[in-house]
Protein backbone atom coordinates (compact mmCIF):
# COMPACT_ATOMS: atom_id res chain seq x y z
CA UNK A 1 0.00 0.00 0.00
CA UNK A 2 1.66 2.98 -1.11
CA UNK A 3 -0.88 5.64 -0.35
CA UNK A 4 1.02 7.62 2.58
CA UNK A 5 5.06 7.34 2.32
CA UNK A 6 7.40 8.17 4.80
CA UNK A 7 11.31 8.67 4.44
CA UNK A 8 13.56 7.59 5.89
CA UNK A 9 12.28 4.57 7.55
CA UNK A 10 14.95 4.22 9.72
CA UNK A 11 17.22 7.01 11.50
CA UNK A 12 19.88 7.17 13.94
CA UNK A 13 21.10 10.54 15.19
CA UNK A 14 23.01 12.16 17.70
CA UNK A 15 21.91 14.66 19.85
CA UNK A 16 23.41 17.58 18.46
CA UNK A 17 21.93 16.65 14.85
CA UNK A 18 19.40 18.16 12.49
CA UNK A 19 17.65 16.17 10.46
CA UNK A 20 14.26 16.24 8.71
CA UNK A 21 11.37 13.60 8.46
CA UNK A 22 9.48 13.25 5.25
CA UNK A 23 5.69 12.12 4.43
CA UNK A 24 4.07 12.19 1.49
CA UNK A 25 0.01 11.33 0.90
CA UNK A 26 -1.62 10.26 -2.46
CA UNK A 27 -4.68 9.89 -1.41
CA UNK A 28 -6.26 13.59 -2.06
CA UNK A 29 -6.37 14.30 1.89
CA UNK A 30 -7.07 17.74 3.23
CA UNK A 31 -5.67 16.40 6.80
CA UNK A 32 -2.28 15.43 8.32
CA UNK A 33 -0.99 14.45 10.93
CA UNK A 34 1.87 13.70 12.85
CA UNK A 35 1.93 10.74 15.70
CA UNK A 36 4.91 9.35 18.66
CA UNK A 37 4.54 5.82 18.97
CA UNK A 38 6.32 4.26 22.12
CA UNK A 39 6.46 0.95 23.31
CA UNK A 40 3.46 0.29 26.02
CA UNK A 41 1.78 3.65 25.91
CA UNK A 42 -0.97 5.17 23.58
CA UNK A 43 -0.45 6.71 20.45
CA UNK A 44 0.45 10.33 21.10
CA UNK A 45 -0.58 12.68 18.91
CA UNK A 46 1.77 15.66 17.97
CA UNK A 47 0.37 17.75 15.12
CA UNK A 48 -2.25 18.12 13.14
CA UNK A 49 -2.20 20.17 9.79
CA UNK A 50 -6.04 21.15 7.90
CA UNK A 51 -6.03 22.69 4.49
CA UNK A 52 -2.13 23.12 5.62
CA UNK A 53 -2.76 25.33 9.03
CA UNK A 54 -1.52 23.93 11.47
CA UNK A 55 -4.86 22.87 13.73
CA UNK A 56 -3.41 20.90 17.01
CA UNK A 57 -0.22 21.35 18.89
CA UNK A 58 -0.24 18.77 21.60
CA UNK A 59 2.65 20.61 23.80
CA UNK A 60 5.37 19.26 21.71
CA UNK A 61 8.49 20.47 22.89
CA UNK A 62 10.41 23.04 20.44
CA UNK A 63 12.96 20.41 19.27
CA UNK A 64 10.11 19.50 16.94
CA UNK A 65 9.17 21.69 14.15
CA UNK A 66 6.43 20.70 11.41
CA UNK A 67 6.00 22.00 8.10
CA UNK A 68 2.90 21.48 5.92
CA UNK A 69 4.53 23.15 2.13
CA UNK A 70 1.08 22.09 0.76
CA UNK A 71 -1.94 19.54 1.15
CA UNK A 72 0.37 16.51 0.23
CA UNK A 73 3.64 16.80 2.17
CA UNK A 74 4.53 17.15 5.64
CA UNK A 75 7.88 17.46 7.76
CA UNK A 76 8.75 16.88 11.07
CA UNK A 77 12.60 19.11 11.46
CA UNK A 78 14.43 17.27 14.51
CA UNK A 79 17.18 20.08 16.33
CA UNK A 80 18.98 18.68 19.78
CA UNK A 81 16.81 15.91 20.38
CA UNK A 82 16.84 13.44 23.76
CA UNK A 83 17.21 9.89 23.89
CA UNK A 84 13.82 9.88 25.12
CA UNK A 85 12.46 10.98 21.83
CA UNK A 86 13.88 7.61 20.32
CA UNK A 87 10.10 5.86 19.30
CA UNK A 88 8.50 5.52 15.93
CA UNK A 89 7.11 8.55 14.15
CA UNK A 90 4.32 8.19 12.29
CA UNK A 91 2.25 10.21 9.66
CA UNK A 92 -0.95 9.68 8.85
CA UNK A 93 -3.82 11.33 6.62
CA UNK A 94 -8.08 11.69 6.35
CA UNK A 95 -10.50 13.22 3.94
CA UNK A 96 -11.72 15.58 6.68
CA UNK A 97 -10.93 15.49 10.85
CA UNK A 98 -13.79 13.28 11.44
CA UNK A 99 -12.93 10.52 9.19
CA UNK A 100 -10.65 7.59 9.70
CA UNK A 101 -6.97 8.48 9.00
CA UNK A 102 -4.53 6.48 6.43
CA UNK A 103 -1.47 5.68 8.38
CA UNK A 104 2.52 5.54 6.60
CA UNK A 105 4.95 2.64 7.76
CA UNK A 106 6.81 5.04 10.58
CA UNK A 107 10.43 5.95 10.66
CA UNK A 108 11.58 4.43 13.62
CA UNK A 109 14.69 7.05 15.21
CA UNK A 110 17.33 6.38 17.36
CA UNK A 111 18.81 9.24 19.11
CA UNK A 112 21.79 8.35 20.83
CA UNK B 1 -10.20 14.56 29.47
CA UNK B 2 -11.40 12.00 26.73
CA UNK B 3 -9.54 8.53 27.23
CA UNK B 4 -9.85 5.50 26.05
CA UNK B 5 -9.32 2.21 27.65
CA UNK B 6 -8.11 -1.23 26.41
CA UNK B 7 -8.61 -3.22 29.43
CA UNK B 8 -6.08 -6.19 27.67
CA UNK B 9 -2.28 -5.80 27.08
CA UNK B 10 -1.59 -8.75 25.98
CA UNK B 11 -3.75 -11.54 24.87
CA UNK B 12 -2.93 -15.36 24.17
CA UNK B 13 -5.26 -17.45 21.71
CA UNK B 14 -5.27 -21.08 20.52
CA UNK B 15 -6.57 -20.91 16.80
CA UNK B 16 -10.12 -21.44 16.14
CA UNK B 17 -10.59 -20.08 19.57
CA UNK B 18 -12.96 -16.90 19.64
CA UNK B 19 -11.75 -13.29 20.22
CA UNK B 20 -13.19 -10.36 21.98
CA UNK B 21 -10.98 -7.45 23.09
CA UNK B 22 -12.61 -4.39 25.04
CA UNK B 23 -12.52 -0.83 24.65
CA UNK B 24 -14.54 1.68 26.76
CA UNK B 25 -14.35 5.64 25.99
CA UNK B 26 -15.13 8.13 28.69
CA UNK B 27 -17.08 11.37 26.66
CA UNK B 28 -20.40 11.00 26.31
CA UNK B 29 -21.54 13.07 23.01
CA UNK B 30 -21.58 11.50 19.42
CA UNK B 31 -18.49 10.11 18.75
CA UNK B 32 -17.15 7.93 15.50
CA UNK B 33 -15.48 4.68 16.42
CA UNK B 34 -11.94 2.86 15.27
CA UNK B 35 -10.22 -0.45 15.12
CA UNK B 36 -6.92 -0.34 13.79
CA UNK B 37 -4.33 -3.31 13.54
CA UNK B 38 -1.06 -3.31 13.24
CA UNK B 39 0.76 -6.30 11.76
CA UNK B 40 4.31 -6.99 12.85
CA UNK B 41 6.37 -5.22 10.72
CA UNK B 42 3.14 -3.90 8.81
CA UNK B 43 2.04 0.06 9.14
CA UNK B 44 -1.31 0.42 10.97
CA UNK B 45 -4.56 -0.27 9.38
CA UNK B 46 -8.30 0.42 9.56
CA UNK B 47 -10.20 -3.42 10.60
CA UNK B 48 -13.25 -1.20 11.40
CA UNK B 49 -15.05 1.80 12.11
CA UNK B 50 -18.75 3.18 13.28
CA UNK B 51 -19.87 6.53 12.36
CA UNK B 52 -24.09 6.07 12.97
CA UNK B 53 -26.89 3.32 12.09
CA UNK B 54 -26.47 -0.62 12.96
CA UNK B 55 -24.07 -0.47 15.63
CA UNK B 56 -23.07 -4.06 14.71
CA UNK B 57 -19.84 -2.77 12.28
CA UNK B 58 -18.11 -5.58 9.95
CA UNK B 59 -14.62 -4.91 9.24
CA UNK B 60 -12.23 -7.07 7.09
CA UNK B 61 -10.72 -10.79 7.65
CA UNK B 62 -13.91 -11.68 9.78
CA UNK B 63 -13.55 -9.16 12.55
CA UNK B 64 -16.96 -7.45 13.87
CA UNK B 65 -17.50 -5.13 16.82
CA UNK B 66 -20.38 -3.87 18.60
CA UNK B 67 -21.04 -0.35 20.45
CA UNK B 68 -23.41 -0.11 22.98
CA UNK B 69 -24.30 3.19 23.72
CA UNK B 70 -24.96 3.16 26.91
CA UNK B 71 -21.82 0.94 28.64
CA UNK B 72 -19.48 3.43 26.05
CA UNK B 73 -18.02 0.49 24.40
CA UNK B 74 -16.96 -0.99 21.18
CA UNK B 75 -15.70 -4.34 21.32
CA UNK B 76 -13.87 -5.63 18.81
CA UNK B 77 -14.81 -9.88 18.47
CA UNK B 78 -13.93 -12.40 16.13
CA UNK B 79 -15.42 -15.85 15.94
CA UNK B 80 -12.37 -18.05 14.91
CA UNK B 81 -9.02 -16.71 15.30
CA UNK B 82 -6.06 -17.55 12.81
CA UNK B 83 -2.17 -17.37 13.34
CA UNK B 84 -2.20 -14.32 10.99
CA UNK B 85 -4.32 -12.29 13.45
CA UNK B 86 -1.25 -12.14 15.73
CA UNK B 87 -1.04 -8.21 15.58
CA UNK B 88 -1.72 -5.75 17.96
CA UNK B 89 -5.15 -3.47 18.11
CA UNK B 90 -5.54 -0.01 18.85
CA UNK B 91 -9.24 1.12 19.40
CA UNK B 92 -9.84 5.02 18.61
CA UNK B 93 -12.37 7.49 19.14
CA UNK B 94 -13.33 11.05 17.35
CA UNK B 95 -14.19 13.19 19.64
CA UNK B 96 -14.84 16.82 20.15
CA UNK B 97 -11.59 18.82 21.85
CA UNK B 98 -11.80 22.15 21.97
CA UNK B 99 -12.93 23.61 18.61
CA UNK B 100 -11.51 20.33 16.94
CA UNK B 101 -12.00 16.75 16.61
CA UNK B 102 -9.19 14.44 17.66
CA UNK B 103 -8.67 10.94 17.62
CA UNK B 104 -7.94 9.60 20.95
CA UNK B 105 -6.42 6.15 21.32
CA UNK B 106 -6.24 3.39 23.50
CA UNK B 107 -2.79 1.86 24.23
CA UNK B 108 -3.24 -1.35 22.27
CA UNK B 109 -3.76 -4.69 22.99
CA UNK B 110 -1.24 -7.28 21.46
CA UNK B 111 -3.01 -10.45 20.46
CA UNK B 112 -0.11 -13.62 19.65
CA UNK B 113 -2.24 -16.54 18.66
CA UNK B 114 -0.90 -20.23 19.23
CA UNK B 115 -0.82 -22.65 16.22
Redesign the interface.
Known amino acids: ETGVTQTPRHLVMGMTNKKSLKCEQHLGHNAMYWYKQSAKKPLELMFVYNFKEQTENNSVPSRFSPECPNSSHLFLHLHTLQPEDSALYLCASSQEAVTEQFFGPGTRLTVL | AQS?SQHN?HVILSEAASLELGCNYSYGGTV?L?W?VQYPG?????LL?YFSGDPLVKGIKGFEAEFIKSKFSFNLRKPSVQWSDTAEY?C?V?APLDS????I????TKLIIKP
Not at chain 2, 42 to 46: D, E, I
Open positions: VHNFYQHLQLKFANNYQLWGAG
